[in-house]
């Protein structure tokens, strides 16, 4: 029996080897399989609007006074289109999810400090009316 079970994995092998190697076989095989295939869609400008909005976000983009004019359209999108949104309540789930774990002195003296721009404050209306910029 047990000879019998290693002839069907040997057999097992030698098959799939044998579709792998031949390109006539393999061929028939991967036109029954569909494997997923990879497109990029983000443009280079997107890429780039995209790196530049983390490394402002991250305070990295030191001398940036303005956006970019090539990216004046990407966060329109970004903002307009729900990404923030999402971004957003990802980000506001794990402070909340940290707060919860802070302990409280139970002196009644405990505060929370906050920085009121960008933080409790959104000055999304203000960068619209002034193209992001």
Known sequence: ???????????????LFTVLISPVI????????????????????????ESWR??????????????????????????????????YNVVASYALAFAKTVKMGGDCKDAWVFDVDETLLSNLEYYKAHSYG
């Open 54 to 87: 983390l490394a402002v976000e991250t305070n990295n983009a030191v001398k940036c006074k303005v956006v970019p004019s090539k990216c004046v359209s990407y966060l329109e999108t970004y903002y307009g289109k729900g990404q923030f949104d999402t971004d």
């Open 1 to 15: 029996m047990a000879c019998s079970h290693n002839n069907t994995i040997w057999f097992f092998i030698l098959a």
């Open 26 to 49: 393999s061929s028939r095989v991967s036109s029954l399989m569909k494997l997923p295939v990879i497109v990029e869609s983000r443009s280079s400008v997107d890429s780039y609007c």
